[in-house]
Structure formats: structure tokens, C-alpha cells
């Protein structure tokens, strides 16, 4: 009788079955079904219907991610025929996503985690990713685009706030619905120095020092409030604070003429100071 079950991806608690005349009607056409089901680890059977005209019925009010067997026995006029049988199991949401971990940044976390050990039947089709500082009572979700991709990695960088403890929550969706979530809470690195100021260049004039540089790669968690630029003649290694600001070149006057001079140049958080960066010349 080819007998199908067509489960509902509209509902983990439905399906449909379908099935063919028998080939053979004993001599009497057929003129209903007897359709009937159980959970397969039970051993009694349950009428659904004894009078089904069609040759397909939809069962609804069953239990996700359950095995059923279902039967189908056609009949006529002299009785009962062979039934045909069926095993399915009922669609469910997925199980929690897995080894959820982050590789932390001063203002990001890198996030990943494994699928579902079980996508309850139905492919799982995308994640939702919600996340809050841990002293926070509500859940922000994450703008993914069409709520989040499949793929089981995504960068948090809202920015979040350096040094501080995060709460995150992830949720794996099928057509049937929503997984319960998974937890984890991770830091972001704390705020420290920033790391030393780039492409300083030095030139001269007459009985001037010109001086340029670039930001420093990071910050490292807290905004450079100032760069300060301190000079020695070479020999005498005695320096002197010329300037102090956020501009990133100066001009030192007053030098003289074949005197060699180093001028360091350190950048600024609100955590304390980079590291000098010391650059040499002999003025004109």
C-alpha cells in the first residue's frame, strides 16, 4: 500500500500519512480505512480512525521527538484486510548549542560554539545571539542579519567595555522552533598602557627639529588622552618636556647647529604611559 508519513514542519505534533489502494481488494472494493497508532516502546495500540474514506489522514496532538508506529488496514464488505505499518519519529526543536567559548579582545569577543548535538530532525537554520554586561538584568540581542547565520562563529564587537565580565546566550532555530539557550560568561581584557606610537620621523631645519608620528596599533582598552614629546642632547642624556598634546607632529625649536639631540615620544591612556619611542638627530 506504499504507506508514508509526511511530518509538519509547521508542527513537531503533526504529520500526515498517505498510502495506496491495496493491489489486491479480496474480490470487494474498499470503502474505508482503519488507521491506528502507538509510541513504539508501547505495546497498545489506539484507534484513530475506523472509518477513514481517503487515503491519507492528518494526526495531530503527538509528542515531538517521539517514535510512533502507525498502521493502516483497509476494508470491505467481508471485514478487515492486511494492514500496513509504518515507524516515524515526530520533529522536535534542536538540543542547546555546544562548547560555547571567546577569544577576548579590549572591546570584543570573538565568539564560537558547536551545533546541536541534535537538530531534532529539521536542519537547523540559523542562532540567536543575546548578550549583557553580567551586573545587567536584560539580554541585548546581537543585529544579526536574519537573526544570526548558520555558521557557528561571530565577532561581538559592539564595542563592549574593557575589563568587564559578559554574559552570553545562544539559541539554535529549526522550522519547528527555538532550542533552549546555552550560557557562558567571559571578560573582556582589561585596559592597560597603550603600546608605543608608529612611523616617527625626525627631520631638521635650521636650529629646528621637525617631528611626526602615527597612533600607536591600540589603545589597549583605554583612549590615548595626550602624546608628550621630551628632548636631551645625546651627550648629556638630561631630558626636558617640550610638548603635550594630541596632534600628532611638533616642531621643536632653539637647537643647535651640529649638536646631537634624542627626543622621546610616549603616548598616554588613562592608564599610564607607552613606552618611549627615541629618535636621533644632529640638528642643522
Given at each position: 500500500?506504499?504507506?508514508?508519513?509526511?511530518?509538519?514542519?509547521?508542527?513537531?505534533t503533526?504529520?500526515?500519512?498517505?498510502?495506496?489502494?491495496?493491489?489486491?481488494?479480496?474480490g470487494?472494493?474498499?470503502?474505508?480505512?482503519q488507521?491506528?497508532?502507538?509510541a513504539?516502546?508501547?505495546?497498545?495500540w489506539?484507534?484513530?480512525s475506523?472509518?477513514?474514506?481517503?487515503?491519507?489522514?492528518?494526526?495531530?496532538?503527538?509528542?515531538?521527538?517521539?517514535?510512533y508506529?502507525?498502521?493502516?488496514?483497509?476494508?470491505?464488505?467481508a471485514?478487515?484486510?492486511t494492514?500496513?505499518?509504518?515507524?516515524?519519529?515526530?520533529?522536535?526543536v534542536?538540543s542547546?548549542?555546544?562548547?560555547?567559548?571567546?577569544?577576548?579582545?579590549?572591546?570584543?569577543?570573538?565568539?564560537?560554539?558547536?551545533?546541536p548535538?541534535s537538530?531534532?530532525?529539521?536542519s537547523?537554520?540559523?542562532?540567536?545571539v543575546?548578550?549583557?554586561?553580567s551586573?545587567?538584568?536584560?539580554?541585548?540581542?546581537?543585529?544579526?542579519?536574519?537573526?544570526c547565520?548558520?555558521a557557528?562563529?561571530?565577532?561581538?564587537?559592539?564595542?563592549?567595555?574593557?575589563?568587564?565580565?559578559?554574559?552570553?546566550?545562544?539559541?539554535?532555530?529549526?522550522?519547528?522552533?527555538?532550542?533552549?539557550?546555552?550560557?557562558?560568561?567571559?571578560?573582556t581584557?582589561?585596559?592597560v598602557?597603550?603600546?608605543?606610537i608608529?612611523?616617527?620621523?625626525?627631520t631638521?631645519?635650521l636650529?629646528?627639529?621637525?617631528?611626526?608620528?602615527?597612533?600607536?596599533?591600540?589603545?589597549?582598552g583605554?583612549?590615548?588622552?595626550?602624546?608628550?614629546?621630551s628632548?636631551?642632547e645625546?651627550?648629556l642624556?638630561?631630558?626636558?618636556?617640550?610638548?603635550?598634546?594630541?596632534?600628532?607632529?611638533?616642531?621643536?625649536t632653539?637647537?643647535?647647529?651640529?649638536?646631537?639631540?634624542?627626543f622621546?615620544?610616549?603616548?598616554?591612556n588613562?592608564?599610564g604611559?607607552?613606552?618611549?619611542?627615541?629618535?636621533?638627530?644632529?640638528s642643522?
Amino acid at each position: 500500500m506504499n504507506l508514508s508519513a509526511v511530518k509538519s514542519t509547521s508542527s513537531p505534533t503533526a504529520l500526515t500519512l498517505t498510502w495506496d489502494n491495496p493491489s489486491n481488494n479480496g474480490g470487494s472494493l474498499v470503502t474505508s480505512y482503519q488507521v491506528q497508532k502507538k509510541a513504539t516502546s508501547s505495546a497498545s495500540w489506539l484507534l484513530v480512525s475506523n472509518n477513514n474514506l481517503s487515503n491519507s489522514i492528518a494526526i495531530t496532538g503527538l509528542d515531538q521527538n517521539t517514535s510512533y508506529d502507525f498502521s493502516v488496514t483497509p476494508i470491505n464488505s467481508a471485514g478487515y484486510g492486511t494492514p500496513s505499518y509504518i515507524t516515524t519519529t515526530t520533529y522536535s526543536v534542536p538540543s542547546v548549542p555546544l562548547n560555547l567559548s571567546a577569544i577576548s579582545s579590549y572591546y570584543s569577543l570573538a565568539l564560537s560554539w558547536s551545533a546541536p548535538s541534535s537538530n531534532g530532525g529539521s536542519s537547523v537554520t540559523g542562532y540567536q545571539v543575546f548578550y549583557k554586561l553580567s551586573s545587567d538584568s536584560a539580554y541585548s540581542e546581537l543585529n544579526c542579519p536574519t537573526l544570526c547565520p548558520t555558521a557557528t562563529t561571530l565577532n561581538l564587537n559592539t564595542p563592549l567595555l574593557p575589563g568587564q565580565s559578559y554574559d552570553i546566550k545562544i539559541i539554535a532555530f529549526n522550522a519547528v522552533g527555538n532550542s533552549l539557550p546555552s550560557y557562558a560568561t567571559f571578560n573582556t581584557l582589561a585596559a592597560v598602557a597603550p603600546s608605543i606610537i608608529q612611523n616617527g620621523l625626525i627631520t631638521t631645519g635650521l636650529n629646528t627639529v621637525n617631528l611626526s608620528w602615527s597612533a600607536p596599533v591600540s589603545d589597549n582598552g583605554s583612549p590615548i588622552l595626550s602624546y608628550s614629546i621630551s628632548y636631551a642632547e645625546t651627550s648629556l642624556g638630561v631630558f626636558t618636556l617640550i610638548y603635550t598634546g594630541l596632534d600628532l607632529s611638533a616642531i621643536a625649536t632653539g637647537t643647535t647647529t651640529g649638536v646631537s639631540y634624542d627626543f622621546q615620544i610616549i603616548a598616554t591612556n588613562a592608564i599610564g604611559n607607552s613606552a618611549p619611542v627615541t629618535l636621533t638627530i644632529i640638528s642643522d
